[in-house]
């Protein structure tokens, strides 16, 4: 049995978290912490859990956490989780962050986008990002994992492979992304308040999203070639779902017939990305609850471009289920394990 | 393995049904029926299903599925089941209709409030109403389970404890009920049509919901007392969900610690239903997407009246999951088995 | 012209008011006030209002105020409204309370109630509670209004014309009422969270709503019968709107036709409340952003109980509606002005 | 007194320009016509308009409603107004047309992308494009006007000052945009389904939705250049708005200063677009019932790209609410006339 625990597990991803866990035949959950919330039962705050996980929550004490645990997911704000982690509790156990802070190489760009110091510098070499099916190497023997960005999980799925056959002109790449509520997470903030969210649309963080500098670094690691993207996020009227529209400008003529199998030969063979027949386009309710990143590319025979879209559901395959999939590559298991259930619809 | 067929598979009960089966240990499904879509991939009506169910809807023939079936679920619209079920089909195969055509015992009872024939009224004899908690020992040798509807699901669970135990007045029972749209089924309908349900609140079928003698005749049945009761539906603009709230009229002074005990002597031990803690209301928000029942119940001093409040997900405890807890008691399994998730939240 | 000034213009009611003034052509704003916000425009707290009400925001000077306004609405919380108004300002002007401080005649029971102490218990017997169908007269030269509470609207109006008549049982009046989310304000709060109560519904303050005594006291002085009501409130994902659901014992024998006459005789000539035909079902889609409430009657007659619903919006005839239309009527105009909208739909 | 009729004046652009019409007041109705309701009352179908306005809906006879009539507004589906209109009608009364069979100037490329006959071409000749902001010298004199498409109306006023100016590339314009459901209108369709489209996005129609042309052929004759564009539709689980996400490419270095004067230039004026100040960003919210059109612009330092947002209210600008600033300024009355009501919010 991995014997896991959760540092943040009454945020949104926490509780996502501690749900496919608990439901997970090889982890055992040793411990769930929150700031806010010590001493109370989980299943006082997050009532689903009543009946099937009614521990108590303790103090965030991560290094002696360590010491019991197996892995840690780390599910803080960015710039916390930097000053929670050490050399000291990397050589005690696993880390995976679902946060920010070990996901961009450079110290510079991570201050710059997220204007706050980083804590923990140190520790960035060691850190592999991961993108399951792009690292999945790489993963395996990590003891950092830095848990993709829900918008970067989706824009890299939906865009790398045509990126990485140098089909397409990387700087010349518009995303337009689409997130449902829950991505703001669980704090109180006039913007995510019933009636001023719901029935409309906004974009917000327009040319300034910290995803960017993640999506540019690991498109430009996986295709070799400098990427510089317009990402553009706008907030939906749902709870969970991610849609990306990524607009895509040919570097040569090609047919969508050869765009296809550039993506059926990443995809054929992975297990959650579900690259979609014909015209069918991807929508966010087939994976609401599921690990499953559904892609399909059109391309627009009067202007030439390629449009691709992405569909994730943000809270799993954008951040606790494929935290999960990174645990299960790290302990050699059956990546697919407590990650296989179908989206729940309607 | 059990073998096991769902008869009008691309309803919202059919499709959730599928999904409970499909991660089912011990069930092999071996047909999915359809008459509209017979001849197409399940995954291509519900595309949450690719990668997962793929298999091909076929034709509507129960008796010839009945001889490769252990079990058969008909997910049917009411006076449909009763004309494709028969004894021949019953020698063959378990049979558990989430329809209503078996849950009334009076064939006239039936014929004045659907108002429509009934098809194979001698088998009424037969069915065994499939309320688990209340019904356990017969539904174990049951050959044909009528499945609850989902208002008489919340709405029986949520009374009869204290009717049973002779503290309420059973001809003075106020059922407000509340559901989610999707109780409405997939059908076009411009009462369903998105822009007509959303933000807006209405009751319907008053003083004539079908659902109405089902929850007399089982609560009668339960308090050995003739029971009338007021029932209200009422429409709710989420896809999942229904909240009953029972205002009842105590027939003696009765304290609220007195009141809880009863109910705590009743449902205790069961796992699917969870008695909530002091002044915790349920809400339906803790129940999607999981089998569980959540109750909880106040007095109101002022008036000396009763408030009790129980909430599902129609979908699961008011249909496919009780159907799937029903099949694992009749074939003697954990009757918790592919039922043990966590509520979807948020 | 009228000078009208709105102190507490920035929470949603006062909004509402101020876009219903800004429209109404005897109507001149000279003050906004918020406490929050002062110094700021108004079109930048709330945006709609740009190019149609950019006037900047005040401290809340009331008493400053009274000297150049005709008539000052309060749109404060409880608790701070009776500590504003003083005999001073009321010789100055006229007023409106939004707010609950006036609408309970007895002190003791308004500081039972909402928990706090009642600043100005001499105004009380000035204090005209404004409910326009029922209190007509007694409004027209009012120098103090309250207001009254949203569920109070929607459940007098239903409930009182069988009341008044002697129809129903004062002690056996049951009312289950629905909300949309704006019902509690903008201000943040977890279980107004667009994740948190978005897709559920729940019930809450049973048997504890500070409307229930408001409710109770209206209904006693229109049938001179001491009332005592079951109110339960509930959340509906929905942004406004109010649905009484009101369950009635007749004291006697009396037919659908019968009851269905003692409403017309009450609202036939009420502009504002439409009694609908034959078994529609009031829905607050239909009074979204008008002034409306759509009443109608059924009886059940297995069990004999009458079934009342009444719809509103909440922030419209549940507040901001009814203190222009209660304006109207203190200044002897056309009590519709200003009012004559139809509902948003879709 | 204008003498306005509707012909097809129960789907959704047709009752809210009921809505507009019965309180404008220089316009008496003098026809409400359906194809489905013909006798019934107005105020059954939308009951919303009960005791307001419960005309009885006639039979679609538009040459005699032409000679009782000042307007007719045709509200029907494309390739349906093409036949109902000829020059007899056209000699008795003013057209304006919510539809889109007048709006493009070739036959051949609208039966291109309508798939369908168009029935009077030798009018279109006659037909002016309704974009009241860019076309209003020649809206004045017109008999027969084309009211614009709700997506083109937003996607034209969001990119035409700078396309206008020869900022931007003609030929790389990328158009995101997002609609509510009642875009699809009031017909049943599983897609607007309240439990197939509530929470959940998808973009459908790529590169092959209707309005394409129609921008086209607008911002090319705005600018004088051949314009092409990439334009991605999304439907949003919200009943009203539209968003349009504009990717523009500039062809020289510019200022976001000297990019915000351009819209200053062209729309300071204008009492219905709202140019935001500073980063606010457009949110349909704000536009909700009014007939605004909000509008910002970003530019991307990073990529040098600008980054152009509008947001209207599809039924209003988009639709109803245009078509009677089209009738204003037809008849030479104030443009604002019936249209100056703030956004309905929250």
Excluded at 338 to 343: D, H, T
Aim: proline share 3%; hydrophobic share 40%.
């Amino acid at each position: 049995m991995i014997k896991a625990a959760i540092i943040g597990a009454t945020g949104y991803s926490g509780a996502v978290l501690a749900g496919i866990l608990s439901s997970h035949n090889d982890v055992e959950i040793v411990s769930l912490t929150s700031k806010s919330y010590a001493g109370k039962k989980f299943s006082d705050i997050y009532k689903n859990f009543k009946g099937i996980l009614d521990v108590e929550l303790e103090e965030q004490d991560v290094l002696k956490i360590s010491k019991k645990a197996d892995v840690i997911f780390l599910a803080l704000p960015h710039g916390i989780a930097s000053g929670e982690i050490n050399k000291e509790i990397l050589s005690n156990t696993k880390v995976i962050d679902l946060g920010a802070d070990f996901r961009l190489k450079e110290k510079d760009v991570y201050e710059t986008w997220y204007k706050t110091q980083h804590l923990s510098a140190d520790l960035l070499d060691n850190a592999v990002y991961g993108l399951c099916e792009w690292e999945r190497e790489k993963i395996k023997n990590a003891s950092l994992v830095a848990n993709p960005g829900c918008y970067a999980t989706a824009s890299i799925l939906t865009v790398a492979p045509l990126l990485k056959e140098g089909v397409i002109d990387a700087n010349d790449i518009i995303i337009d992304a689409k997130s449902g509520v829950s991505g703001a997470g669980r704090g109180l903030d006039l913007g995510t308040h019933y009636c001023e969210c719901s029935e409309s649309i906004k974009a917000y963080k327009v040319a300034s999203h910290r995803h960017t500098p993640e999506i540019e670094q690991e498109l430009s690691f996986i295709s070799n070639k400098n990427t510089l993207i317009n990402f553009t996020p706008h907030l939906i009227p749902m709870k969970r779902g991610i849609l990306v529209s990524a607009y895509l400008k040919p570097l040569f003529n090609i047919s969508l017939d050869e765009i296809k199998n550039i993506y059926k030969k990443y995809y054929q063979n992975e297990h959650f990305i579900r690259f979609l027949s014909g015209t069918d386009v991807p929508e966010t309710r087939w994976t609401i609850g599921s690990n499953f990143c559904d892609i399909n590319v059109f391309k627009d025979d009067r202007t030439g471009r390629i449009i691709a879209f992405g569909a994730i559901d943000n809270l799993v395959k954008g951040a606790s289920g494929q935290a999960v999939q990174n645990m299960n590559i790290m302990f050699n298991i059956d990546e697919k394990k407590s990650l296989e259930n179908v989206a729940v619809f309607p």
